[in-house]
């Protein structure tokens, strides 16, 4: 008996392997040393400055580039805010910090930025690139995988299998290291002196107790696959559903990277070059209807009224080309494009000459109406009423070509209230009399201005001019006719009438 036991035990423990628990990974910090591994770090920096969330600038990948090389390159003890104003923003050896916080303004938005990155699950197997608050030096992470649990020993192992089995029997204490054989009759144990006994008391239970037993089993296992069967569908659902919404998101960010794109390339022409883009805002205090020579200098009348008049009176813009200012300028700060502001009657020829302009207004600005007059639409005034011309000839029907007025047009004795509809100007040209890019967005009223402006600033409304646009428009010259309904003084979504690229 003896012997079959200690020969049963050591066949269960001989095949008893060394386990270990489920595996799991976690990020740890992590040095770059070899040419692979730093390669690996290069190919996830061009990953994040593709994204949406870098792309679009070009301070953050410039800084993040940077410091990133020169953490590879060993020079991570040289990555200070001064060397960085220095190397990636152009700023003079010993320009204050303190009042120019470019570095510690753009390191903060790169810090949101890659959070929001790795925040994505998508991103979830990537090397992690982070910028620590109060450092510039970043700091990269990978996956490693980590054990859970230690090596099981033989022994101890067996002696838990035999545990284990004896719990999941409890209708026959039996160790399953040993086979338990009936004794013969009048023989006693003398291992057991009770056993007699036991065995009887067992002899009307050991049955009932074994049917209760397969019972709660099988209801167990009916439980747990019915279980199991509803976290595969329900994981198979949300897996689909989670794919469904990562192919729409990519979608978006890639049409989104498309609108972005075409606006980016609408302005390249202002913001291609050095030279200082000049915005030219329309005056609407001011009588420009015989400002229509470009040669003419531009007469500025003696100051004779009263100072409190010329606070209340001179220098008004409306508040609608503030706004188109203000959408425009945003577009330019995002490149780091210069720019300056100047009333139209402040602008000089010469200045205009000097780089690309963008006018705002259309019958307030004298800039404007002297430089549509050669474009195929234009403005002028007729009969009372505040027209866009188109000065290209149609056929009417004796074969004559026709030109001049349109139905785009406002009464000048509209009282504003009534006013429901405004037509505007957008264009996008080389002047040949100032020999710079010039970009116009013009109204007949005010509320026409801002819907010009808003086509032009908008990705979404500027997709909805190019959509019938030729492919190779970037090289091309381009003008449009708008029209915006008002309601309440606010101006609609523009809506495109006519247009031509030349």
């Given at each position: 008996?003896?012997?079959n036991q200690?020969?049963?035990?050591e066949?269960?423990?001989?095949?008893?392997?060394p386990?270990?628990g489920?595996?799991?990974?976690?990020?740890?910090?992590?040095?770059?040393?070899?040419g692979?591994?730093?390669?690996?770090?290069r190919?996830?920096?061009d990953?994040l400055l593709v994204?949406?969330?870098f792309f679009?600038?070009?301070?953050?990948?410039?800084l993040?580039?940077?410091?990133?090389?020169?953490?590879?390159e060993?020079?991570?003890?040289q990555?200070?805010e001064r060397l960085?104003?220095?190397?990636?923003f152009g700023?003079?050896?010993?320009y204050?910090?303190?009042?120019?916080?470019?570095?510690?303004v753009?390191?903060g938005e790169i810090?949101?930025?890659?959070?929001?990155?790795?925040y994505?699950?998508a991103?979830?197997?990537?090397?992690?690139i982070?910028?620590?608050?109060?450092s510039?030096v970043p700091v990269?992470?990978k996956i490693?995988?980590v054990?859970t649990?230690?090596?099981?020993?033989?022994?101890?192992?067996?002696?838990g299998l035999?545990a284990?089995?004896s719990?999941r029997?409890?209708a026959l204490?039996?160790?399953p290291?040993?086979?338990?054989?009936p004794?013969?009759?009048?023989?006693?144990d003398?291992?057991?002196?009770?056993a007699e006994?036991?065995?009887?008391?067992?002899?009307?239970?050991?049955?009932?107790?074994?049917g209760?037993?397969?019972?709660?089993?099988?209801?167990?296992?009916?439980?747990?696959?019915?279980l199991?069967?509803?976290?595969?569908?329900?994981?198979g659902?949300w897996l689909?559903?989670?794919?469904?919404?990562?192919?729409?998101v990519?979608a978006n960010e890639?049409?989104?990277?498309?609108a972005?794109?075409?606006?980016?390339?609408?302005?390249?022409?202002?913001t291609?070059g050095?030279a200082?883009?000049?915005?030219?805002l329309?005056?609407?205090a001011r009588?420009s209807s015989?400002?229509?020579?470009?040669?003419?200098t531009?007469q500025?009348?003696?100051?004779?009224e009263?100072?409190?008049?010329?606070?209340?009176?001179?220098g008004?813009?409306?508040?609608?080309?503030v706004?188109?200012l203000?959408?425009?300028s945003?577009?330019?700060?995002?490149?780091?494009?210069?720019?300056?502001?100047?009333?139209?009657?402040?602008?000089?020829?010469?200045?205009?000459?000097?780089?690309?302009?963008?006018?705002?207004?259309?019958?307030d600005?004298l800039?404007t109406?002297?430089?549509?007059?050669?474009?195929?639409f234009g403005?002028?005034?007729?009969?009372?009423?505040?027209?866009?011309l188109?000065r290209?000839?149609?056929q009417?029907?004796?074969g004559?070509?026709k030109?001049?007025?349109?139905?785009?047009?406002t009464?000048?004795?509209?009282?504003?209230?009534k006013?429901?509809?405004?037509?505007a100007?957008v264009?996008?040209?080389?002047?040949?009399?100032?020999?710079q890019?010039?970009?116009?967005?013009a109204?007949?009223?005010?509320?026409?201005?801002?819907a010009?402006g808003e086509l032009i600033?908008?990705?979404?409304?500027?997709?909805?001019l190019?959509?019938?646009?030729?492919?190779?428009?970037?090289?091309?010259?381009?003008e449009?006719?708008i029209?915006?309904?008002?309601?309440d003084?606010?101006a609609g979504?523009?809506?495109?009438?006519a247009?031509?690229?030349?």
């Amino acid at each position: 008996m003896e012997s079959n036991q200690k020969t049963t035990a050591e066949t269960n423990a001989a095949v008893v392997r060394p386990t270990y628990g489920p595996g799991r990974l976690t990020y740890e910090p992590w040095q770059p040393q070899s040419g692979d591994d730093k390669a690996a770090v290069r190919a996830q920096l061009d990953l994040l400055l593709v994204h949406s969330l870098f792309f679009q600038s070009k301070r953050y990948p410039a800084l993040l580039r940077f410091v990133v090389e020169q953490t590879l390159e060993g020079n991570a003890d040289q990555v200070k805010e001064r060397l960085i104003g220095m190397e990636v923003f152009g700023r003079a050896p010993g320009y204050d910090a303190n009042a120019d916080p470019v570095v510690r303004v753009t390191a903060g938005e790169i810090r949101k930025r890659l959070a929001q990155y790795y925040y994505d699950p998508a991103h979830g197997e990537e090397i992690r690139i982070e910028l620590p608050t109060g450092s510039y030096v970043p700091v990269f992470q990978k996956i490693v995988p980590v054990e859970t649990d230690a090596p099981v020993d033989a022994k101890e192992g067996a002696e838990g299998l035999a545990a284990e089995s004896s719990l999941r029997s409890p209708a026959l204490n039996v160790s399953p290291l040993v086979r338990q054989e009936p004794l013969a009759a009048g023989r006693q144990d003398t291992q057991h002196p009770d056993a007699e006994h036991v065995g009887a008391g067992r002899v009307g239970t050991g049955p009932q107790r074994a049917g209760h037993s397969t019972s709660s089993v099988l209801v167990i296992n009916f439980l747990l696959a019915a279980l199991a069967l509803s976290l595969g569908l329900a994981g198979g659902y949300w897996l689909h559903a989670y794919r469904q919404s990562q192919v729409k998101v990519s979608a978006n960010e890639a049409a989104g990277r498309a609108a972005n794109q075409a606006l980016d390339d609408f302005w390249a022409p202002m913001t291609a070059g050095p030279a200082t883009v000049t915005f030219c805002l329309g005056e609407p205090a001011r009588d420009s209807s015989g400002d229509t020579d470009p040669a003419q200098t531009i007469q500025h009348p003696k100051l004779t009224e009263p100072l409190y008049f010329r606070l209340r009176q001179s220098g008004l813009f409306a508040l609608a080309d503030v706004v188109t200012l203000t959408r425009m300028s945003a577009i330019l700060q995002r490149q780091e494009k210069s720019f300056r502001v100047s009333a139209a009657s402040e602008a000089s020829f010469a200045q205009l000459r000097e780089g690309p302009a963008v006018l705002i207004g259309a019958y307030d600005n004298l800039w404007t109406m002297r430089l549509t007059r050669d474009l195929r639409f234009g403005f002028d005034s007729i009969d009372g009423n505040a027209f866009i011309l188109d000065r290209k000839p149609k056929q009417d029907g004796q074969g004559a070509g026709k030109q001049g007025k349109t139905e785009w047009f406002t009464a000048w004795d509209q009282p504003y209230e009534k006013l429901a509809r405004d037509y505007a100007i957008v264009a996008r040209y080389h002047d040949s009399m100032t020999g710079q890019p010039v970009v116009i967005a013009a109204g007949i009223s005010e509320e026409g201005t801002e819907a010009a402006g808003e086509l032009i600033s908008n990705p979404a409304d500027l997709a909805n001019l190019l959509e019938k646009a030729p492919a190779n428009w970037r090289t091309m010259n381009m003008e449009a006719v708008i029209e915006t309904q008002v309601i309440d003084g606010h101006a609609g979504p523009p809506q495109v009438r006519a247009f031509t690229f030349w």
